[in-house]
């Protein structure tokens, strides 16, 4: 059984910045690739960035430039840095863990990320 704790998510005005973390434990191996995706109400969950265990990263066209990704092999940690947020990235953030081959995964039970002033 695989696990995903997310933390960081919260409510933060216009041009503010929030760091989202996830942590994955259990029982996996050979991760392919850690990311978040999102939801905002009414529309569907939409890739915002994922990284590959050698660090490429790769993002949505509508963060680049001020989120980034990063993660911490050791720990299994992959993080979410978002700066300049703005009220269209309103939505409950998912971490997201693809691993094995066949490739599987698994999902964390998201956070909200609520931008507004």
């Known amino acids: 059984q695989v696990q995903l704790v997310e933390s960081g998510g919260g409510l933060v005005q216009p041009g503010g910045s929030l760091r989202l973390s996830c942590a994955a434990s259990?029982?996996?191996?050979?991760?392919?690739?850690m990311g978040w995706y999102r939801q905002a109400p009414g529309k569907q969950r939409e890739l915002v960035a994922s990284?590959?265990?050698?660090?490429?990263?790769n993002y949505a066209d509508s963060v680049k430039g001020h989120f980034s990704i990063s993660r911490d092999n050791a720990k299994n940690t992959v993080y979410l840095q978002m700066n300049s947020l703005k009220p269209e990235d309103t939505a409950v953030y998912y971490c997201?863990?693809?691993?094995?081959?066949?490739?599987?995964?698994?999902w964390g039970q998201g956070t909200q990320v609520t931008v507004s002033s």
């Open positions: 997201n863990l693809n691993f094995g081959l066949p490739k599987r995964d698994a």
């Open positions: 990284i590959t265990s050698s660090g490429t990263a």
């Open positions: 259990g029982a996996f191996f050979s991760i392919n690739t």
